[in-house]
């Protein structure tokens, strides 16, 4: 596997991977599976680390902040799915609940509606049921709360037979 690669020093990997740190946030799982590739000693990977973090190149909570803002704001995640992607990334429960104070109350639900509005646009012209079916599969795999869900499908389908 890595046959290929030229032995790093720990100079170079310090340049390295503070450079890694610096081009975007990253959690710990990242870096340490970063020094791995370079196969240094567990005494020098450990050494680049606490190096890493006194001079904030490394940041669990500005990590977790940064990816529940970029999701959210990018890919229209929901809490559930921006959690359990912390999760395995094993940032601390205090660092999820910090992550998800950035996101607003009133933008979340305002994204979400206008999400699930246009996916129920997307699949109201099929059987009602696989219309449900769709639209529910949709929104959960993103990660939004099942009440939520629920409840504008009862609003989306009683407007539907207004109409």
């Known amino acids: 596997m890595y046959s290929n690669q030229k032995p790093v020093t720990y100079t170079e990997a310090l340049k390295k991977l503070e450079r890694y740190c610096v081009y975007q946030d990253r959690c710990h799982q990242e870096v340490e599976q970063k020094l791995r590739e370079f196969r240094l000693i567990p005494e020098a990977r450990e050494k680049i680390i606490i190096h890493l973090i006194e001079n904030k190149y ?40 910090k992550a998800l104070e950035e ?34 599969q949709y929104l959960q795999y993103r990660g939004w709360e099942s009440t939520l869900i629920f409840d504008k499908l009862t609003e989306l389908q009683t407007r539907r037979y207004e109409k």
């Open 58 to 97: 490394l940041d669990e909570t500005r990590f977790s902040q940064s990816f529940a803002r970029g999701k959210f704001k990018n890919k229209h995640w929901g809490k559930q799915r921006i959690v359990n992607e912390l999760k395995q990334r094993k940032i601390s429960q205090y660092n999820i609940k």
């Open 103 to 136: 996101i607003d109350d009133s933008v979340y639900l305002g994204v979400f509606h206008k999400l699930a509005e246009k996916r129920w646009n997307q699949v109201k012209d099929e059987s009602i049921q696989r219309s449900k079916q769709k639209f529910i």
